[in-house]
């Protein structure tokens, strides 16, 4: 979805009927929707009873969610006739682990939940990681229904397939692709998410603008104010984030070309999150809103792109208040040697070579296949002071 | 393949230029090709370069096959300039467990293996089964070449993209559907395996015959001596078990139908491997030996097979020097209930009720969805007598 700030249109993003907005995921029998509304989560059972009837809920959520959110989940699940129980994790990123998997699939296993049971990730991106990765995983792949409560989560993470779990030598390189057979974002939820993680999430907003639709990212220049809010601004917002992200999606569902443009400003932003230790020092969306910043100084530094547009992306993301700036980490960073052996870590690397995403400017994301690692170095040294 | 006892012809099973067999198992993009030869592992370098260009090797293998045959592929693999390294496990079930799986991961992360790399196991079914699901997560899917060092694995566990591990409630609960890039069989390699394991795989060989082709049960009644002696009647038996599950795997690889037809004796079989701790007291083959003999016992008493036929195969099991009964089974066994218990916990289980094969009489197997317990318990009960 391609649009020029002058046809960026945030009503055509919203349902006309007042229900909510369905984006269909097109992945051929791997096909499901998107539903986004206000006060979802009460009708997941209703909606479960419809789509995977027979399937029992398997509940996972963390134990924030758990106090907010998990009543009217499982009340809408008893109205429904639907029998459930409910895995609490911890909150934070460390529950992506392998510990807290093994927990997890214990549980479902020891619940005596079949192939044709429902998994239900209940939460943010964390915990749709890794309920995801068990639900491809016992018996070989269980049903999956996403309830993403944080903005990053209705946005990107729950949208097309990709589960996993940190280990010591990185962040996600052990998972499933396993596409969910229901997403439902409920904007409702996100009144209770923290303004910081709001933040975060709307980071990865931003992020569908920058990749290939500049007239986006100007509506969000002029309208971040009101998706901040709340209202229907916000659902337009993540209703376009969503079908930016399913239309990648179905064109290339594993990762083998264009998909690779949704990691925008991660390869950066990876190595930032592995440097502080995946901890609360610098969350995700937070991590990836510097290397957002850093992908455009770069590609400036590379000749690829304006001063003029990096520009603009550092202001828009000051202006909302994320970080834009190495020195905007609370505490200390690995000098640019040390960040250069953690980007080589990640996972986008290609046979030795250094894969980033960079762009001719804002709308122009592409993916560069063979970046030295010396310039890389030279640039963060730079980016350090 | 159905044939009748008039018409099953071991030659027609071999290559015809002396050259490895070829067994295509054709899965759409997916399909990949199984070889079975004599003297294989010492050309899977060669094998590896020609058909995976520029894959590196994470070999996983166990301490037994490690001291035996390591060595030769090792070998190959340097010769034809694919770099590689070894992961050691120790032998037998208990390695298709967590812990060495989150070691295993680790190591091939840890060797900055890519997902262009390959694992490639070099063992039995332990070994396969373990590595494929680490293939199957590490960066959500690396590639995957099964050398089957065992009988069974080279005529049942390498083929079909099954892989998985044990956890405390059943066998093969957690595990994912990864297909090999390639399967290279070794005849030679089973010159050292031992005798008992061996005639476990003769299980799973006789199996096929027993499933759907009653022409080729009778070759082995006829031909089980020169089958365990070597040379080109084991080499037809093993190519003709292939063929047939490559077969039924490429009709249905996800085990949504017919594939559960591959099951035949497992549901029991299963029972008595947990009864048993999956120890030495009773090896996969041996269960299913037995679980093969009280399927079609089973299916006399329900008035669907002629005894005659039961006996048949119980007749040939034994003189193979397979157990086929539960008192072959060292050791004590829970009663009629307990057996029932873990029955109900295997994963063949569709919304609570028992889904069993059963059959017609040899070769004629088919899938029951609807068996009540108590006939399974009050059979056990005689059974045990
Ligand atoms: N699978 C993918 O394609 C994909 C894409 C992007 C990010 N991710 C992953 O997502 C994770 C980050 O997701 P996240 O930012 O949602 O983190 P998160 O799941 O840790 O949620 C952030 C915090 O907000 C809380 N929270 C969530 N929803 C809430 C609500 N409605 N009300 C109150 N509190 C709420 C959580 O308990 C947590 O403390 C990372 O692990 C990242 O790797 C995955
Ligand atoms: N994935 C599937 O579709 C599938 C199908 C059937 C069975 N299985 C699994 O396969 C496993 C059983 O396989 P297995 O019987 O091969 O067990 P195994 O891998 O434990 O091998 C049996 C023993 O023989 C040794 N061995 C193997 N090859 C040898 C050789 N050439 N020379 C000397 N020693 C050798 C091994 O070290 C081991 O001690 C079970 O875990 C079962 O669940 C999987
Ligand atoms: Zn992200
Ligand atoms: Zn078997």
Request: negative net charge; contains cysteine.
């Amino acid at each position: 979805m391609t649009t020029t700030a002058a046809t960026f249109d945030a009503a055509a993003a919203e349902a006309s009927d007042g229900g909510p907005v369905v984006v269909p995921v097109a992945l051929g029998d791997r096909s499901y929707d998107i539903l986004i509304g206000d006060g979802l989560i009460g009708r997941v059972g209703a909606l479960m009873a419809e789509r995977l009837p027979g399937a029992r809920a398997a509940i996972v959520t963390d134990a924030n969610l758990a106090g907010l959110h998990l009543d009217a989940l499982e009340a809408g699940l008893e109205a429904a006739g639907i029998a459930s129980s409910a895995i609490v994790v911890a909150p934070g990123e460390a529950s992506k682990s392998f510990p807290v998997f093994e927990r997890v699939v214990d549980a479902v296993i020891g619940g005596r939940f079949e192939r044709g049971d429902a998994v239900v990730a209940l939460g943010g991106g964390v915990v749709g990681d890794l309920s995801g990765f068990v639900a491809g995983v016992v018996r070989r792949g269980m049903r999956f229904v996403q309830i993403p409560t944080s903005l990053l989560a209705q946005v990107d993470s729950s949208v097309g397939g990709k589960t996993g779990i940190n280990v010591a030598h990185g962040k996600n390189l052990v998972g499933v692709f396993h596409q969910p057979d229901l997403v439902v974002a409920d904007t409702a939820a996100l009144d209770t998410l923290s303004e910081r993680h709001f933040r975060a999430g709307y980071a990865e907003v931003a992020k569908y603008g920058l990749i290939d639709d500049a007239g986006f990212f100007a509506w969000l220049e002029a309208n971040h104010g009101a998706v901040f809010a709340g209202g229907t601004a916000r659902t337009a917002a993540i209703a376009t984030s969503c079908r930016a992200k399913a239309r990648v999606v179905a064109a290339d569902e594993r990762e083998t070309g264009e998909r690779a443009l949704l990691n925008l400003g991660h390869t950066f932003g990876h190595a930032l999150e592995a440097a502080t230790g995946y901890s609360d020092r610098l969350v995700h969306g937070e991590a990836i809103a510097i290397g957002m910043v850093l992908a455009h100084d770069f590609s400036v530094r590379m000749n690829l792109a304006s001063r003029d547009d990096a520009d603009r992306v550092r202001a828009h993301f000051s202006t909302v208040g994320l970080p834009t700036r190495l020195a905007d980490v609370p505490g200390d960073l690995p000098d640019a040697d040390g960040l250069l052996k953690l980007i080589g870590q990640d996972k986008k690397v290609a046979r030795g070579k250094l894969t980033f995403i960079l762009t001719h400017g804002i709308g122009q994301a592409f993916i560069a296949n063979d970046v030295p690692p010396s310039a890389v170095t030279d640039f963060l040294a730079e980016a350090a002071v």
